[in-house]
């Protein structure tokens, strides 16, 4: 008897916590900036991962290209310099981003 009474108090307890995790209000304002971070977030891998193909294209064209063309491969060389340039300031944007979704305290985003 004393156990059934136990459980049933146990029991009880248990169903308002889940009653109040199931009734927190977030802030619509809140989760609006952080979608919109989490989407800017995207953008940039997206274009960091463009860089990082013509990067490899870059290299690629740059070691079959003949060696009397040497307008070509100095083209070549500087078109890789900006690129390198494109991807450091993406990858610095990327974390600026990163570091700003863990300041806001944005719930339920994984970096």
Do not use: F
């Amino acid at each position: 008897m004393k156990i059934a009474i136990l459980y049933l108090i146990l029991m009880s307890h248990l169903g308002l916590a889940q009653e109040w995790l199931g009734n927190v209000i977030t802030d619509p304002a809140i989760s609006k900036r952080c979608d919109d971070l989490a989407k800017k977030r995207e953008q940039k891998l997206g274009h960091k991962q463009k860089l990082m193909a013509l990067l490899k294209r870059n290299n690629h064209l740059q070691t079959i290209a003949p060696r009397n063309r040497h307008t070509v491969k100095l083209k070549l060389e500087i078109n890789e310099g900006q690129l390198n340039q494109e991807l450091d300031l993406t990858r610095l944007t990327i974390e600026q981003l990163e570091e700003g979704i863990i300041r806001k305290g944005c719930p339920g985003i994984a970096l």
